[in-house]
């Protein structure tokens, strides 16, 4: 499968701080990029998609996109305890493949 | 964002038989549907790609005839695990395809499907 890669973490936060979450992936082909939130046992939730290279936001969300270097990353911005998940990043246009996913604490 | 339902939600059945799950885009008609399959602590694997009206297109490792899937309209599409085995025991989770412009596409899951072959 095309690889998506992404830190496996645990990545640890304190509540209200900033959360940085990083995505690279091998196939230039790739048009369409997604975050999902993910908790345990459940269905992946779409956060954010983005496609175009730059910053998309939305809310305490922001995605950044740079083509050029295969890169996709998550910020999210007053981290809360709910925020704590895993979150999955993924790459594809007619089809979608998913990185591993980093796992994301929020200590209260 | 646009509705897909699975069902069922878990089943538990006996190392050999036949499980069929259902997959259903609820709000919009999705020509391609994806079957992904997530083992504990590991992320999705994207198994096929089922398109309605054709054959599907199965991944790298996939057994294409043990794990059926059927896209016989387009709001509906089913994997069955033939002859199930304990290592098939998964979570399996489908999405469907919503083209959303030229320039991207976007997915929706389903809630997924909880499997243990005993």
């Known amino acids: 499968q095309k690889e998506v890669e992404q830190n496996s973490g645990p990545l640890s936060v304190p509540e209200g701080a900033i959360a940085s979450l990083n995505c690279t992936y091998s196939?230039?082909?790739?048009?369409?990029f997604f975050w999902y939130r993910q908790y345990s046992g459940k269905s992946p939730e779409l956060i954010m998609f983005?496609?175009?290279?730059g910053d998309k936001e939305d809310g305490r969300f922001t995605a950044q996109l740079n083509k050029a270097s295969q890169y996709v990353s998550l910020l999210i911005r007053d981290s809360q305890p709910s925020d704590s998940a895993t979150y999955l990043c993924?790459?594809?246009?007619?089809?979608?493949?998913f990185g591993s996913g980093t796992k994301l604490n929020v200590k209260p | 964002g646009a509705v897909v339902s699975q069902h069922p939600s878990w089943v538990i059945c006996k190392s050999g038989t036949s499980v069929k799950i259902e997959c259903r885009s609820l709000?919009?008609?999705?020509?391609?549907m994806f079957w992904y399959r997530q083992f504990p602590k590991q992320s999705l694997m994207l198994m096929a790609t089922?398109?309605?009206?054709?054959?599907?297109?199965?991944e790298q490792g996939v057994e294409k005839d043990k794990f059926l899937i059927n896209h016989a309209s387009l709001t509906l599409s089913t994997l069955t695990v033939t002859s199930a085995h304990p290592e098939d025991s998964s979570f399996y989770i489908c999405?469907?395809?919503?083209?959303?412009?030229?320039?991207?596409?976007?997915?929706?899951f389903g809630p997924g499907t909880r499997l243990t072959v005993l």
């Open positions: 999405s469907a395809l919503q083209l959303a412009g030229a320039s991207y596409n976007e997915q929706f």
């Open positions: 196939d230039r082909g790739s048009q369409s």
């Open positions: 983005i496609y175009s290279n």
């Open positions: 993924a790459a594809g246009f007619n089809k979608f493949y």
């Open positions: 709000d919009f008609q999705a020509t391609t």
């Open positions: 089922s398109n309605e009206g054709s054959k599907a297109t199965y």
